[in-house]
Each structure stands twice: as structure tokens, then as C-alpha cells.
């Protein structure tokens, strides 16, 4: 069965990067992309940017252009998703989702989800 | 402000139909299919319309979804304590050399 195992929580200062890692197995990992959406406390959802499973290919929100890094490593299945700069406002539960078209917005299996704390 | 529009709360009793609305624009909803996603609480979301009315194996034929123009909506018919949950929809965006756009979300009570 498809399964997206999350790396567990993080805790981070103001200023730094955090990396979170998401572990692929049920299915051909390079048939499909994957994407990352956040949740901060009490809030909706927020679509971050998506990389294709196959050769790397990334399409990432605006908002987080120039300090939003997704990569993948076929090798191990996993698909990673790192961000800089961090602020207060960073502080959110990160999601990962199979994503099997680089557009539209159909993700039919998620990780766990991982929490990013940020706080001096 | 999410760029897709719905209601923050919905209610109703066990057995009700609870409709929430998702209203959008022509480079979203207008030209792309929208689709649902369930989150239960303490849970990571759940696909649960696809491609504006279709369901996922598995997911209980009292969910249905449609769309017209700009706007989409998810209806729950006889409602049960376990559909108590947040609701988004989301569609693919063609600005911005294209993204993805949720809505801010509906909780859905059942009293």
C-alpha cells in the first residue's frame, strides 16, 4: 500500500533552514511527483510548490521563491523539502502528498505531517 | 485571505444535508477542476472529490460534488457525527505560471 513517512518534529531559531524528509514505498516513485502543503496553527491550507518524482522538476510558490529548496533521491524514494530564512510565521504542521500531475490540485495519499517551531 | 471562498462554519443534525460553497474566478475554478479534501481533527487532509464530482474508492456516496462557472460546492447528505471535520477545496491556478489555491476551509458541526 502507498505509504509517505514524514521525519518528526522540528525546532528551530529564527534565521535558520529547516529540512524535512518524506519517505515514498507502495508505488514507482518516479511515475509521480510529490507535493508539500503547510498548515500553520488554526489555519487553512497552503500549497508550497511540487517536484516531479522523475527528473527533479520543480514548480514552487511565489511566495517562498529564493529560500524554498524541494529535491528528491530516487535512490532512497524520498523527497525532501528544505526552507531558509525562517520566521515566526514559518512555525506550521508540513505536508507531503503524492501528486501524480505537475498541475491541478489532486494529492490522493499524505505523510503524517511534520512540526516546524520556530522560536528564539 | 485564501483566494478560494468559503463559508468558515457549517451545521447541522444528524441526518440533515449540509452544503458549503467554494466560490473562485476564470483562472481557477473557471477554467480548472476543482477538487475536496476532509480533515479530521489532529489528522492530515483526506482526498475526498476529485475532478469537480468524482469519489475516491471508499468514500460514502452521501458526499457529492458539482460545479458551475466559478464556483463549486460539496454537499453531505444524511449527516453523521463522523463527518464533524474542516472541508477544503482546492483547484490548479493558471496565473503565476501556475499554483495551486485552496480555500480558507469550512468546519463542519453536527449537532
Known amino acids: 500500500q502507498v505509504q509517505l513517512v514524514q521525519s518528526g518534529v522540528e525546532v528551530k531559531k529564527p534565521g535558520a533552514s529547516v529540512k524535512v524528509s518524506c519517505k515514498a514505498s507502495?508505488?514507482?516513485?518516479?511515475?509521480?511527483?510529490i507535493t508539500w502543503v503547510r498548515q500553520a496553527p488554526g489555519q487553512g491550507l497552503e500549497w508550497m510548490g511540487w517536484?516531479?518524482?522523475?527528473?527533479?522538476?520543480?514548480n514552487y510558490a511565489q511566495k517562498f521563491q529564493g529560500r524554498l529548496i524541494m529535491t528528491t533521491d530516487t535512490s532512497t524514494t524520498t523527497a525532501y523539502l528544505e526552507l531558509g530564512s525562517l520566521t515566526s510565521d514559518d512555525t506550521a504542521v508540513y505536508y507531503c502528498a503524492r501528486a501524480p500531475f505537475s498541475s491541478g490540485a489532486y494529492y490522493d495519499y499524505w505523510g503524517q505531517g511534520t512540526l516546524v517551531t520556530v522560536s528564539s | 485571505q485564501s483566494v478560494l471562498t468559503q463559508p468558515p462554519s457549517a451545521s447541522g443534525t444528524p441526518g440533515q444535508m449540509v452544503n458549503i460553497s467554494c466560490s473562485g474566478s476564470s483562472s481557477n475554478i473557471g477554467s480548472n477542476t476543482v477538487n475536496w479534501y476532509q480533515q479530521l481533527p489532529g489528522t492530515a487532509p483526506k482526498l475526498l472529490i476529485y475532478s469537480n464530482y468524482h469519489r475516491p474508492s471508499g468514500v460514502p456516496d452521501r458526499f457529492s460534488g458539482s460545479k458551475s462557472g466559478t464556483s463549486a460546492s460539496l454537499a453531505i447528505s444524511g449527516l453523521q457525527s463522523e463527518d464533524e471535520a474542516d472541508y477544503y477545496c482546492a483547484a490548479w491556478d493558471d496565473s503565476l505560471n501556475g499554483h495551486v489555491v485552496f480555500g480558507g476551509g469550512t468546519k463542519v458541526t453536527v449537532l
Open positions: 507502495g508505488y514507482t516513485f518516479i511515475s509521480d511527483g
Open positions: 517536484i516531479s518524482g522523475y527528473n527533479g522538476d520543480t
